[in-house]
């Protein structure tokens, strides 16, 4: 059994989003849905602590709140008309700054809160109270840009975790393995020029942001080469989420080795995910949590550390992060997967996984792994 911490906080689920059916703003011809609001919705999040807790598993994580994020830990990330602005709007009600990213009274201090859980977790960790740990932040972070919000994400969360363990002269190499089904472009830009953060997204290419995400992009000046972009088509399946991390991911972290891996651990390359067309299920989860903590044995004690991001199914999101919490821990407690067989019956044929893998090792040849 590995000490795993888990970092949660019901406030987080207080935050909440605009009148939004889906991703498409309520008016005109777009009828309001019975739940309502944005597919980034409280429920997921809830009811993975739910199942972790009806299965035990809770009961063997090292459960813990934690304190906001300080105005000077985000503003390292974020400048201060930004976050004047967005304190400004939370105090008045709410708003929405950028894209898809509608905040209502008291969304400044839910999302600190959110930021503060993951960098509570990785300070933990750092500091050695934890083997490793897992963030369930909300709302999420890995789209934020420093001015500008974006995707349902207020503030960089995973950014201002690693800003705030380096200013405690720890970490001085940090790695961030990204596999949200969209794009990571907050995370991308913010250390897109710096080589002490190695940056490695795996994505549908082109389903959010349409525009980022592609393998060209590798950092600038001493940051070249210290951003690896994997852009998978749809449908592209469990074995091609494996052989991404497999053939991709681990030789980059070797190449790099890091003082701690942190991964943007979406669930919404699920196969039932109303947001993309991916077919993951809590099993690819699964043996890519077994992945990266093999990979983190080898190169920095075990350290890893989980944010949680997007995911947008509320059946399936607590099977896939329940999955990630037994393989973090250790535990013998197994939840299985309640949409598991159907995703299963639908992975791509063996010819079309064949056609992934090569355009995966393709990939990997571009980045010169």
């Known amino acids: ?179 949200d089904v969209h794009h990571g472009n907050g995370t991308e830009a913010i250390f897109y020029d710096r080589d002490d953060v190695l940056t490695i997204s795996i994505h549908q290419e082109r389903n959010y942001p349409p525009d980022t995400g592609a393998t060209a992009d590798k950092g600038r000046g001493s940051g070249l080469g210290f951003n690896l972009n994997i852009p998978l088509p749809p449908g592209a399946g469990h074995a091609a989420y494996v052989a991404s991390v497999e053939r991709i991911v681990l030789p980059a972290l070797r190449a790099y080795k890091p003082d701690v891996i942190i991964v943007a651990c979406g669930f919404d390359a699920s196969g039932v995910d109303p947001l993309s067309r991916m077919l993951c299920s809590a099993e690819t989860f699964r043996t890519m949590t077994g992945q990266i903590l093999a990979g983190a044995d080898e190169l920095c004690d075990g350290r890893v550390v989980m944010a949680h991001e997007g995911g947008y199914s509320e059946v399936h999101v607590p099977f896939c992060g329940h999955a990630v919490l037994q393989e973090m821990s250790g535990s013998e407690i197994d939840a299985g997967d309640a949409v598991g067989p159907r995703i299963a019956g639908q992975q791509p044929s063996a010819v079309m996984v064949q056609v992934y893998l090569d355009l995966i090792d393709a990939i990997a040849r571009d980045l010169n792994l």
């Open 1 to 179: 059994m590995r000490k795993t911490g888990f970092f949660w906080d019901e406030k987080c689920f207080w935050h909440s989003g605009g009148n939004y059916a889906l991703t498409a703003p309520v008016g005109g011809l777009v009828q309001p849905l019975a739940a309502g609001g944005l597919p980034e919705n409280p429920e997921t999040k809830r009811r993975l602590k739910n199942l972790l807790d009806v299965t035990g598993l809770a009961s063997e994580l090292d459960c813990l709140l934690a304190d906001p994020a300080s105005y000077e830990d985000l503003n390292r990330i974020h400048p201060a008309s930004y976050l004047a602005e967005f304190k400004r709007l939370s105090d008045a009600g709410g708003g929405e700054m950028g894209l898809r990213t509608p905040f209502g009274a008291g969304g400044y201090e839910l999302a600190a809160l959110s930021a503060g859980l993951v960098k509570a977790a990785l300070l933990s960790v750092l500091k050695g109270e934890h083997d490793n740990a897992y963030a369930l932040s909300r709302p999420p972070g890995h789209h934020c840009l420093p001015d500008w919000s974006n995707g349902f994400c207020l503030l960089a969360n995973i950014a201002i975790a690693i800003e705030a363990a380096k200013s405690e002269g720890l970490a001085p190499r940090v790695a961030v393995v990204d596999w």
